[in-house]
């Protein structure tokens, strides 16, 4: 059975970039990636500095390259399960029943968009069918644009976000209820139609030409906006009491997030997490980010427990030197 000093769960921006950080630093570290990163369906990564446009299979391949460069090991597969033995240490057992044993883990599996049971919508996911403006509204600018709302203030919000990179936007009420007189003076200012009637689907094929309306309308549209909430992919923390928690912004749920400190550190002593697994509206870059500072910090953990058996064995050796 493989011992390493750090398992890292997922093999994404915050994973590569903590395990880059953890090889650098002469650790052992073994990285699991099933290679079904959250972006998959969208062809660039935007507001990465340095390598803007990339493919998030190009920004990941690169990144494999880097940490396997340094020593570092990339394993095919998924984890099922973590559990922590009496001795300390950490067993990653993984899907197709193969194991590992680390001293520490860094949780960095992402997330899971939610999206709305709205027929054609996952069809179009990631490419018109869209969820943040800094990721995706430079490509569709001065376009058709529909947001589809299902809890109101958030899809106001979203409204007058979009219309920062469009003048024709259209706020479809759905089943989110009508604007109040303050939300209606908004849009109205900013010359943001409203469309009543429940969305029954999204048309196009190739590319996305239009909303459907319970009426058998469609209004044609050339991207459509909805908010997915994000449910952090934690399952196998759940034999260690790690639960994700619900994540609230004024009365939107946006997802559920594994709770850390500001190191990185959860709540059992050596298990660490970052990227869209702790903050779900988290780019690309920050996730990058926060994989660096949670591989420091297991990094400074390491040499802590290591200082603090090295005073105990020079005290233990010193012990039976005296008369």
């Known amino acids: 059975m493989a011992i390493y000093d750090v398992v890292v769960v997922g093999g994404s921006a915050a994973g590569l970039s903590g395990a880059l950080a953890l090889a650098r630093a002469r650790r052992t570290v073994a990285v699991v990636d099933d290679g079904d990163p959250r972006n998959a369906p969208a062809a660039h990564v935007h507001n990465y500095l340095g390598r803007e446009g990339a493919s998030p299979a190009e920004l990941y391949a690169v990144g494999r390259d880097e940490v396997t460069g340094y020593g570092a090991v990339v394993l095919n597969g998924s984890v099922s399960t973590v559990t922590r033995g009496d001795d300390g240490r950490f067993r990653v057992t993984l899907a197709d029943g193969g194991s590992l044993v680390a001293r520490r883990v860094l949780a960095a599996s992402g997330a899971r968009d939610v999206l709305p049971e709205i027929p054609g919508l996952a069809a179009h996911w990631g490419k018109d069918v869209l969820h943040c403006p800094y990721c995706h509204g430079w490509e569709v600018q001065d376009q058709q644009i529909g947001i589809i709302a299902q809890n109101l203030e958030g899809a106001v919000h979203q409204a007058l976000m ?162």
């Not at 009365?251 to 990185?264: Q, R």
Request: aromatic share 4%; net charge negative; charged share 15%.
């Open 162 to 323: 979009w219309r920062q990179w469009s003048g024709d936007v259209v706020l479809f009420l759905h089943t989110a209820g009508e604007p109040d007189s303050g939300q209606a003076e908004q849009l109205a200012a900013r010359g943001i139609r409203t469309m009543p009637g429940e969305v029954t689907g999204v048309e196009g094929e190739s590319r996305l030409t239009g909303v459907r309306l319970v009426t058998g309308e469609v209004v044609q549209r050339q991207a459509v906006v909805v908010f997915a909430p994000l449910q952090a992919r934690a399952g196998y923390l759940a034999d260690l009491g790690i639960e994700p928690v619900e994540q609230v912004m004024g009365n939107l749920s946006v997802g559920t997030a594994v709770p850390v400190d500001a190191t990185g550190a959860t709540s059992v002593p050596g298990v660490y997490a970052a990227g869209n697994v702790v903050v779900p509206m988290m780019q690309v870059i920050g996730a990058a980010a926060a994989g660096l500072g949670a591989g420091a910090a297991i990094n400074a953990d390491l040499i802590a427990e290591e200082t603090e058996h090295a005073v105990a064995d020079s005290l233990s050796r010193r012990a039976v030197r005296q008369p």
